[in-house]
């Protein structure tokens, strides 16, 4: 089994996520220049994060059910299509000289909004397009692309192109959607989560059923849970690690940047050897090591003034986040009813978007109070106890059990069908 291969269907998957968030890298750097460049007033220019987080709250649990009611693949194709013609109308706008902030940030909600319900439907697609034993190598080379595209490639080159002119960086960002596009459009097969039901439940009901069903996995729910609260403390961490750089370690623009390009390193290298990482230690350890490197974060932040140390920090929590998304990712792939994935999916997403939100406020809250380090004195004892109340839950047992069973049946009538085509 450890030798079947990913496949073709995986290799456009695989290239159409790549392009896609190289171009949604420079989108996201070429937003925030665009709009100092029109104005300096704090509250608009941070209203474009605003704008960017909310569709996540907004649509992550109706884009679950969205994704588990039609055809995944075509949703994706669609999705990219109405993206595409959101970027072609602010690109040519640019270049008209009357794209407003206005209209950048309503593209900018549009886009998102579609990049909420893409992710849940192509992290439900991906268990039909590859084998099952070979999920944890997938989901690693899906985050090693990103990784690289988004964290690394992008920022320089959509700073780079914005300076050529303002409307690049969004052309080629429509450029790579329809590049998707066209890729998942090639892949072969139906992808529906289940057949269409005789009376169509409410969107609310559908969601419950996913909330319900996730309540009674305590692996499943256990990570879901975690990924919100751990992104809380992650969040408020990095919304006040400009001033932590300059006002404790005694660096500038340039060094508070390599700080995030260890973590990216970390990231990429996590990725790339991610499935086998897993397999020599176990998933059980995976985890478990995971949130002893979270909780070291949180204290090299606090404790230390040494831009090393904590550039080190950043870089083994970079591989650690890889290797957690493989293994949440994975595990929810294997245990999750087809006919769920959607929901499930879009469930942790809606976690995690929230802990983003309450971190992003919390951690300025925090800092203005009670100092600097306090966001991260506060990670550490908030990442010693998730490790004393959540040690076991992760046991060698239950995790090997986990990968040993097949994704069960779904309960009622609504749910009963087709995952797609074997890989």
């Not at 995944?72 to 109405?82: A, F, G, H, K, T």
């Not at 886009?111 to 268990?127: D, I, M, S």
């Not at 005694?250 to 990429?268: E, K, R, S």
């Not at 090299?300 to 929590?317: D, H």
């Amino acid at each position: 089994m450890t030798g079947e291969r990913l496949g073709g269907r995986f290799v456009r998957l695989w290239t159409a996520s790549t392009l896609s968030a190289l171009g949604s890298g420079m989108a996201t750097v070429a937003a925030p220049l665009y709009v100092a460049s029109r104005t300096d007033n704090p509250l608009v220019v941070s209203a474009g994060a605003a704008v960017s987080w909310l569709p996540w709250l907004l649509f992550a649990l109706p884009g679950g059910v969205l994704a588990d009611r039609v055809d995944r693949r075509r949703l994706m194709v669609l999705i990219d299509w109405v993206r595409v013609g959101a970027l072609v109308v602010l690109a040519a706008a640019m270049l008209a000289g009357r794209a407003g902030v206005a209209l950048l940030y309503v593209v900018l909600f549009v886009v998102n909004t579609g990049e909420v319900v893409f992710r849940t439907a192509a992290q439900a697609v991906l268990p039909a397009v590859v084998p099952r034993s070979r999920l944890e190598r997938a989901n690693g080379w899906l985050s090693g692309g990103t990784q690289v595209m988004q964290n690394m490639v992008a920022g320089p080159l959509g700073g780079f192109l914005f300076v050529l002119a303002a409307a690049v960086p969004f052309a080629l960002n429509a450029g790579t959607y329809a590049l998707s596009a066209v890729l998942v459009g090639l892949l072969a097969g139906s992808y529906r989560g289940a057949p269409a039901p005789a009376g169509r439940r409410s969107v609310r009901a559908e969601v419950a059923e996913g909330f319900r069903w996730l309540s009674t996995q305590r692996l499943l729910r256990t990570m879901a849970l975690l990924i919100g609260l751990l992104n809380v403390t992650l969040t408020a961490a990095v919304a006040v690690l400009v001033l932590l750089a300059t006002e404790r370690l005694g660096l500038g623009p340039v060094g508070y940047g390599v700080l995030f390009t260890c973590m990216a390193v970390g990231g990429l290298l996590g990725s790339v050897v991610g499935d086998r990482l897993i397999a020599a230690i176990t998933a059980t350890w995976t985890v478990r090591l995971g949130l002893l490197v979270e909780a070291g974060l949180h204290l090299a932040l606090a404790a230390s003034r040494s831009a090393a140390v904590v550039g080190f920090a950043l870089f083994a929590f970079g591989v650690h986040s890889a290797l957690w998304n493989i293994v949440a990712n994975s595990l929810r792939q294997r245990l999750t009813p087809p006919a769920l994935m959607g929901r499930v999916g879009s469930t942790t997403l809606f976690l995690a978007a929230g802990g983003n939100c309450v971190g992003a406020l919390l951690g300025g809250v925090v800092a203005a109070r009670f100092g600097i380090t306090a966001p991260y004195w506060v990670g550490f004892a908030v990442a010693v106890a998730v490790i004393a109340a959540t040690w076991r839950v992760f046991d060698r047992s239950t995790v090997a059990a986990a990968y040993a069973e097949p994704a069960p049946e779904a309960p009622g009538p609504a749910v009963s069908a087709a995952a797609g085509p074997a890989a």
